[in-house]
């Protein structure tokens, strides 16, 4: 088993060094951090944290690698979830990754080496080292699930159904006579964005909708950036007469953009959304949205977990969890009673 002495000597640097680059406790000049990670590789020591996590695991504690920034609906899961763990005897320890999958990676393996019994992580996609990391704590099997976006790993995980929701939503806009329907998308390193892009996609083929490129937003699941984005759309000479949005943060924006065009939401242009939240009944038009339900997101999440904590070995799960439709004013079709209202059927799939 590798050592910290053992990468020191490798890289050529101190232990102490070493351990600055581990734990961000002082700055490293750019050149040794790089010859102490790759010594850190080349020694499998990040492979090794996870071992000695699971050898000297502490009985009471989580670790919860999510981005936890301003959205109200992670604030729920996060608030869920320690109300669960704590039930169950255990402390979490929360982690904001910033939606960024260097920070996750290191996020992770601080939360190792403060030896917890399990980790619950927000996973992001397309980054080779974080993969990787993500895979080990599998293979070594190290209590570890995936909440809120689906992932291509073999473990045990849950998330919101989105494709078939962006599919309801784009065809109740198409319902109420829209053919240039926009889509603001998430960033695409996310799986979720992902997911709701073909579903946008398929229900514009399904219903013969204009494909035009342009009415896919590129929002990168931020405020700013969506608004920005959709100023620049609403400009052009043939902007959409409807909107979905995939995620509450960019609805924001998306409202934002449109005041500054002049417009109003919906006689001048439609809008839904996935991912209610809390103040959207408060606008005026009511905002008609998808709601996740984070109450059965992070009950599923920590009995997954306790579960694999329980029997490592067990087969990993995938729960899809459905989401409901919230149908108000800002579709243009006026809202209807909270008991007429549908939702996306819920898929349990165990591998």
Same mark, same amino acid.
């Given at each position: 088993?590798?050592?910290?002495?053992?990468?020191?000597?490798?890289?050529?640097? =101190?232990?102490?060094?070493?351990?600055?680059?581990?734990?961000?406790?002082?700055?490293?000049?750019?050149?040794?951090?790089?010859?102490?990670?790759?010594?850190?590789?080349?020694?499998?020591?990040?492979?090794?944290?996870?071992?000695?996590?699971?050898?000297?695991? =502490?009985?009471?504690?989580?670790?919860?690698?999510?981005?936890?920034?301003?959205?109200?609906?992670?604030?729920?899961?996060?608030?869920?979830?320690?109300?669960?763990?704590?039930?169950?005897?255990?402390?979490?320890?929360?982690?904001?990754?910033?939606?960024?999958?260097?920070?996750?990676?290191?996020?992770?393996?601080?939360?190792?080496?403060?030896?917890?019994?399990?980790?619950?992580?927000? #996973?992001?996609?397309?980054? =080779?080292?974080?993969?990787?990391?993500?895979?080990?704590?599998?293979?070594?099997?190290?209590?570890?699930?995936?909440?809120?976006?689906?992932?291509?790993?073999?473990?045990?995980?849950?998330?919101?159904?989105?494709?078939?929701?962006?599919?309801?939503?784009?065809?109740?806009?198409?319902?109420?006579?829209?053919?240039?329907?926009?889509?603001?998308?998430?960033?695409?390193?996310?799986?979720?964005?992902?997911?709701?892009?073909?579903?946008?996609?398929?229900?514009?083929?399904?219903?013969?909708?204009?494909?035009?490129?342009?009415?896919?937003?590129?929002?990168?699941?931020?405020?700013?950036?969506?608004?920005?984005?959709?100023?620049?759309?609403?400009?052009?000479?043939?902007?959409?007469?409807a909107l979905v949005v995939s995620n509450n943060q960019m609805t924001l924006g998306a409202l934002r953009?449109?005041?500054?065009?002049?417009?109003?939401?919906?006689?001048?242009?439609?809008?839904?959304?996935?991912?209610?939240?809390?103040?959207?009944?408060?606008?005026?038009?009511?905002?008609?949205?998808?709601?996740?339900?984070?109450?059965?997101?992070?009950?599923?999440?920590?009995?997954?977990?306790?579960?694999?904590?329980?029997?490592?070995?067990?087969?990993?799960?995938?729960?899809?969890? #459905?989401?409901?439709?919230?149908?108000?004013?800002?579709?243009?079709?006026?809202?209807?009673?909270?008991?007429?209202?549908? =939702?996306?059927?819920?898929?349990?799939?165990?591998?």
């Amino acid at each position: 088993m590798a050592t910290m002495a053992e990468v020191a000597r490798i890289a050529g640097v =101190s232990t102490t060094t070493v351990s600055h680059v581990l734990n961000k406790t002082r700055k490293v000049a750019p050149e040794t951090e790089e010859l102490v990670r790759k010594a850190l590789e080349s020694t499998g020591y990040r492979h090794n944290l996870a071992a000695r996590a699971l050898a000297t695991q =502490s009985t009471d504690t989580i670790g919860l690698a999510m981005s936890v920034v301003t959205n109200p609906y992670f604030a729920a899961l996060i608030r869920d979830i320690e109300r669960h763990l704590r039930r169950a005897g255990y402390t979490l320890i929360l982690a904001d990754t910033n939606d960024d999958p260097e920070v996750e990676l290191d996020v992770i393996n601080h939360l190792l080496a403060r030896r917890v019994s399990g980790l619950i992580v927000n #996973p992001l996609e397309g980054h =080779s080292e974080l993969t990787q990391c993500l895979q080990k704590l599998l293979d070594e099997q190290l209590p570890t699930i995936f909440l809120d976006r689906r992932s291509t790993l073999p473990g045990d995980q849950v998330y919101s159904e989105c494709l078939d929701s962006i599919h309801h939503l784009t065809a109740h806009l198409a319902a109420q006579g829209h053919h240039r329907i926009g889509y603001v998308r998430g960033a695409v390193r996310e799986m979720s964005a992902q997911d709701r892009l073909a579903g946008y996609h398929r229900a514009v083929a399904e219903l013969g909708l204009a494909t035009d490129p342009a009415l896919v937003i590129a929002g990168e699941s931020d405020e700013r950036v969506a608004e920005q984005r959709l100023v620049e759309h609403l400009a052009s000479d043939e902007p959409a007469t409807a909107l979905v949005v995939s995620n509450n943060q960019m609805t924001l924006g998306a409202l934002r953009a449109i005041r500054r065009a002049g417009l109003k939401v919906p006689h001048d242009i439609a809008l839904v959304c996935y991912d209610d939240f809390e103040w959207a009944d408060l606008f005026d038009p009511q905002i008609s949205a998808m709601a996740q339900d984070a109450a059965r997101l992070a009950s599923t999440a920590v009995e997954l977990l306790l579960a694999r904590i329980r029997r490592p070995d067990r087969a990993p799960q995938s729960v899809v969890v #459905p989401a409901t439709f919230r149908h108000r004013d800002s579709c243009g079709c006026g809202a209807v009673p909270h008991q007429a209202q549908g =939702s996306v059927d819920s898929v349990l799939a165990a591998g």
